[in-house]
């Protein structure tokens, strides 16, 4: 039996522990707590939910990785969805063309990368905080986003934008399959490519690796596209799904998607962390606000029950960690 | 024995252990160790890394308990075990590798802080602490403006404030674990200067130290471990540095001088006139292919500025540097590396190596394009890449995905090396390559690094430790204040006369 569960740990890898036993958890007690819970329609509403924080949470992973963070990743992505808004009236609003919409997302694109290579130059030439350095560039995009739509809501766009939103192919909601993308181009990226190499060094000791030979102001900046990149897909993702562009959709995302990243067993000092684990605790975040919405729980309440669980996980995982240092004292 | 020796001097011990016996997840980390250091002395605890220097001090101070049975002796008292108050108490302090101040905070605050923990009225009263801090410092015969923060000073005041710190604890017994690790060789004198003060005023003083010359310089007794268990102790006088490195190791090294002539090769590398004025200045030198040269000289010759240079880290700002033939401008090391040329920092924790990443990671992370297949990462390539390397250096490792930081020393850097060697490199620098490595295992390295020069690499090799270059190098080039001063051929001269240049 240990066997078993030994070779299942060295296939998915010890940071898969947390959030797979946190899976099995979610699921068993909600299904013992409402019959209803294994149905189509919690599949489907954690299926049309998953992708926007998803994406959000894989555009916050790299900067994590190389020991810094992305704070404006929201509002990046709501730039990004206000370049496509921009460019879909320009062109006719409703009666706009999918050629608009396909010169709008790479505009989008451009846009929410250009955030992330100037935050990535900032921080690769100056050094300066990247907290710091992503903050002002959430305040300075928010400022801005605000000044373009006034605060309002930006709406009106061409209904062949709904499947995007809202359809499914094969029964699988088009966003999660968007996501699926996503994730996988991520897992590439981390684990076959020399970015992705380059990152984890990075994370762990960035004068070393630069003594190594690592080009790391080239890492930093690309790390910040992509993030800056990702957010805009998100952002296109979210224009879809709201039928409307807002600089303050998703706000409350944000800090979500780095306690994500931690569930997943990403560590916060950079270095380490892998894609697959990330995705399923997101898995298991939106299965949780999802049952308890079935239980009949208030909204609010599942975002508190969110922050319990990570602190319950932080506490687990300090727990074994002394279990095992004990274990290795004892022998 | 050494009841017998302490006896024999007829002086009572200040510390006394007897049957100290510890075990760490089943491996014995310390088998029946008897210790003893005499009021005023000062005393050298000696060992390879592992041997159980530090699980000992551990003991003493109380941060470990050690198995039933033990007896711990200290100032009249018998104890069975310490805890960290009692061992602060009756006056045992110790003076860690990493020293444990505060940079932001003052020197008074650095030296006297410690004085005011758990004191009732809870007020700081900072004219008390600046007071109790000029007296320390006083009594080590040394001047510091005790209100600048500590960052201000180098390593070496630093080390000072440590020991008065020590002192304002009203210390009877102070243990230094590699004091001198990162001092220069002047630095190193005005320690060993401090350190006899200290014995002079009545304070036993534990050295624990990798350097065999400070040792025999500085302590009149010697404790030496290993493998956990303790060899014996013995009076310095008559002592030499290769009878304690066969104590420590249990193994005799015969040291040969090991130059041979390769002027018949081809240059690789040739500098003319190089200089990067307040850090080297008009350096002209040649190394051939199999060749090894030894640049030595203290700390802050320049050494490792030039080495950067060399490495495209640093720019020089006049002269040239040629790469068989051809002259080189590089802006980055990527350049330097893609020319060939490979450079071993001499900061291994932090520089040299990534320490929490794996093995197999630290190995592959300069020529990533020698695993790449079909565009990407091929996790194959990188195992077999890895498993050759580690075959070729005889490193013992568990797995590959093991953090680098849980080898030894001497395997560690036999990493770096492999690292480097991945590379393809025409030169190879090797700064400083046996620091943090034990003695047992230096010996290795410079096999690898004779084996390497005899397949043509050309090597230069910087140390401040003149024998390793005199045994290790065709030649010998002596820096001192950025210029090079001398050459030496090993083969043609001996060590003294080196060692007499260098340290005059």
């Known amino acids: 039996m240990t066997a078993i569960l030994n070779r299942i740990k060295v296939a998915l890898g010890p940071d898969m522990a947390g959030p797979g036993f946190a899976l099995i958890a979610v699921l068993v007690i909600f299904s013992l707590a409402s019959p209803q819970f294994f149905s189509w329609a919690t599949f489907g509403s954690v299926a049309f939910q998953l992708p926007e924080l998803g994406l959000l949470t894989l555009a916050m992973l790299l900067p994590v990785l190389t020991g810094g963070l992305n704070l404006a990743i929201t509002f990046t992505a709501n730039i990004a969805g206000l370049t496509v808004a921009w460019v879909l009236q320009q062109n006719g609003g409703a009666d706009a063309g999918p050629f608009a919409f396909f010169l709008g997302s790479v505009l989008g694109i451009g846009v929410g990368a250009l955030s992330g290579v100037v935050m990535g130059l900032v921080i690769a030439y100056t050094r300066a905080h990247p907290i710091l350095v992503s903050l002002s560039m959430m305040i300075f995009l928010r400022g801005l986003g605000e000044f373009l739509t006034r605060g309002g809501d930006v709406s009106g766009f061409p209904a062949f934008l709904q499947p995007l939103g809202h359809g499914s192919i094969l029964g699988f909601p088009v966003p999660l399959l968007v996501f699926i993308g996503c994730v996988l181009i991520w897992h590439l990226l981390l684990t076959r490519m020399k970015l992705g190499f380059n990152t984890y060094m990075i994370g762990s000791n960035i004068e070393a690796a630069r003594y190594s030979g690592v080009n790391t102001r080239k890492v930093l900046v690309l790390v910040y596209t992509l993030s800056g990149a990702m957010c805009a897909i998100a952002g296109i993702i979210m224009l879809a799904r709201f039928n409307s562009v807002r600089v303050g959709h998703g706000e409350s995302y944000l800090l979500i998607t780095v306690l994500a990243c931690f569930l997943g067993g990403v560590n916060p000092f950079g270095g380490f962390g892998r894609v697959i684990p990330v995705a399923v605790a997101l898995v298991v975040l939106q299965l949780l606000s999802s049952g308890l919405n079935i239980l009949g729980a208030n909204q609010h309440l599942a975002t508190a029950v969110w922050g319990i669980l990570l602190i319950t996980v932080m506490i687990l995982r300090f727990a074994a960690g002394h279990f095992q240092s004990l274990k290795r004292k004892k022998g | ?504």
């Open chain 2, 1 to 504: 024995m050494t009841g017998r020796e302490s006896a024999k001097s007829g002086q009572k011990p200040l510390l006394s252990l007897r049957n100290i016996n510890m075990t760490f997840g089943g491996v014995r980390a310390l088998k029946d160790v008897s210790f003893d250091v005499l009021p005023g002395e000062v005393h050298c605890l000696a060992g390879e890394n592992g041997s159980g220097k530090s699980t000992l001090i551990k003991i003493i101070t109380g941060v470990y308990r050690p198995q039933d049975g033990a007896v711990i002796e200290f100032d009249g008292q018998t104890y069975s075990h310490m805890s960290p108050v009692t061992a602060q108490n009756s006056g045992i302090q110790v003076i860690w590798q990493d020293l444990a101040l505060f940079p932001e905070m003052t020197v008074a605050e650095n030296i006297a802080f410690q004085t005011l923990l758990g004191r009732w009225p809870r007020f700081v009263n900072y004219n008390a602490m600046r007071e109790k801090a000029v007296k320390a410092l006083a009594r080590l015969d040394v001047t510091l403006d005790v209100d600048r923060p500590l960052k201000d000073y180098a390593i070496a005041q630093r080390q000072i404030v440590a020991i008065a710190r020590a002192l304002v604890g009203e210390a009877k017994l102070v243990f230094m674990d590699e004091p001198t690790a990162s001092l220069t060789q002047s630095e190193t004198d005005h320690l060993l200067d401090i350190v006899r003060t200290l014995s002079a005023s009545g304070v036993a003083v534990v050295f624990v130290s990798h350097r065999l010359a400070e040792v025999l310089e500085i302590s009149s007794r010697l404790t030496v471990l290993r493998d956990g268990a303790l060899v014996g102790a013995y009076s310095t006088e008559g002592m030499t540095q290769s009878r304690i490195t066969e104590l420590m190791t249990g193994k005799t090294f015969d040291q040969t001088v090991r130059a041979r002539n390769v002027n018949a090769n081809p240059v690789v590398l040739e500098v003319e006139a190089l200089s990067r004025p307040g850090q080297f200045e008009d350096i002209s030198f040649a190394v051939r292919r199999g060749e090894t040269l030894g640049i030595t000289g203290l700390l802050g010759a320049g050494r490792t500025e030039l080495a950067l240079s060399l490495f495209g880290m640093l720019k020089p700002r006049s002269g040239t540097v040629k790469l068989e033939g051809k002259p080189v401008h590089f802006s980055s090391n990527r350049d330097a590396i893609a020319a060939g040329i490979a450079y071993l920092s001499e900061d291994r924790l932090s520089l040299g190596l990534i320490q929490p990443q794996s093995i197999a990671d630290n190995l592959v992370i300069s020529s990533l394009d020698k695993i790449i297949s079909g565009g990407l990462l091929s996790d194959s390539r990188k195992r077999d890449l890895v498993a050759q390397w580690i075959a070729d250096l005889g490193v013992k490792i568990g797995l590959q995905t093991d953090a680098i930081s849980t080898l030894s020393g001497g395997n560690q850097q036999r990493i770096a090396i492999a690292k480097w060697l991945a590379t393809d490199p025409k030169l190879l620098i090797l700064d400083a390559p046996t620091v943090g490595v034990d003695v047992g295992a230096r010996a290795g390295i410079f096999d690898i690094v004779a084996k390497l020069a005899e397949t043509g690499l050309a090597i230069i090799l910087i140390s401040d430790e003149v024998p390793e270059v005199y045994f290790n190098a065709d030649r010998v080039l002596h820096m001192a204040k950025g210029r090079v001063v001398d050459q030496f051929l090993p083969a043609a001269c001996s060590l003294a006369e080196i060692e007499a240049a260098v340290y005059a």
